[in-house]
DNA sequence: CATATTTGTTTTGTATGCGAAGAATGGTTC
DNA sequence: GAACCATTCTTCGCATACAAAACAAATATG
């Protein structure tokens, strides 16, 4: 491939990654339309769903947000009693947030729409294409981080 | 492919998208550090640019935004003069935003510099890897919409 | 002309996000 | 063990984001 020709594909491919994410964005936010939730109520839900209870800290980090940013997100949270903070008994400057009863039902039907809506938008792709988009984005993810 | 094999692929693509998403966001957030817009104003530009000027609505829809959220946005942009109103003359309801030459550059700038950073992203992958993953995000995008 | 519709703005309220400063706990050094 | 430093998290102040509801202006429609 010429280097014109590949630039050319890079710069499409960023086009296509702003939109699709664009996408997921928006459809996201349509789909916690019914639960009260926010977006990133969501993923912060999601993260202590599939890793466990977490710090303040690590969740930030997983994030991508500044520890200032976390425990207001964790206050409103625990208001709404989706998690819960437990101190840590070896380390008191340590928080665990524990994902509650409430917030783990609501994340599990959250996660299972998304997954619906998606299997409606595959429909038109072939099984063979299905396990390329799988695996061209298990690449990128890795490749971006 | 079986029914539980097709699922499995389908919840595992579900789970890129997200993160792959995530790190579009945080990712385009580090590179306006250097620039003095945000996310959502380098979205707006971004859709100026390669649409031409349009209507509050219009990007409202573009943007999946309510009206007043682009007011508020657009009344920002034009304070740092980024963008400008411009008063329909055939219909003096609409609004048209204008594009401005600081606005221009600015994006202009952004967008290559988030192409330069896909390029280094991509560098593991084949030229094969590139033309497929382009074409299956067009796909992915279009089947999105 | 009277009324309805379209297009944006204003108002109000909540949520998001960050940096800087502060508080509490834990570790280290002497 | 006192003084000092590092860490973990919270508080505070500020700007932005986002939306619903009320409002205003212009236009379309009967």
Redesign the interface.
């Known amino acids: ?1 010429d280097e014109v020709t ?2 050319a ?6 086009k ?12 996201g ?1 349509e789909m916690l339309n019914n639960y009260k939730i926010t977006p990133p109520q969501f ?1 912060a839900l ?1 993260w202590l769903s599939e890793e466990g209870d977490m710090t303040i800290g690590e969740l930030s980090s997983k ?2 947000l500044a520890f200032s940013t976390t425990t207001d997100l964790i206050d409103r949270m625990e208001k709404s009693e989706l998690v819960q903070r437990v101190k840590d008994e070896k380390d008191r400057r340590v928080v665990r947030i524990h994902l509650l009863e409430e917030g783990k039902r609501i994340i599990d039907e959250v ?1 299972k729409k ?2 619906v809506y ?2 409606d ?5 072939s ?1 063979k ?6 695996e ?6 890795q ?3």
């Open positions: 491939m590949h630039v594909h890079v710069a499409r491919i960023e296509e990654l702003r939109y699709v994410s664009g996408l997921v964005k928006q459809k936010r993923i999601q994030m991508y996660i998304r997954q998606l299997q938008v595959l429909v038109n792709f099984s294409e299905i396990v390329t988009l799988k061209n984005l298990i690449k990128l993810h490749e971006m981080r």
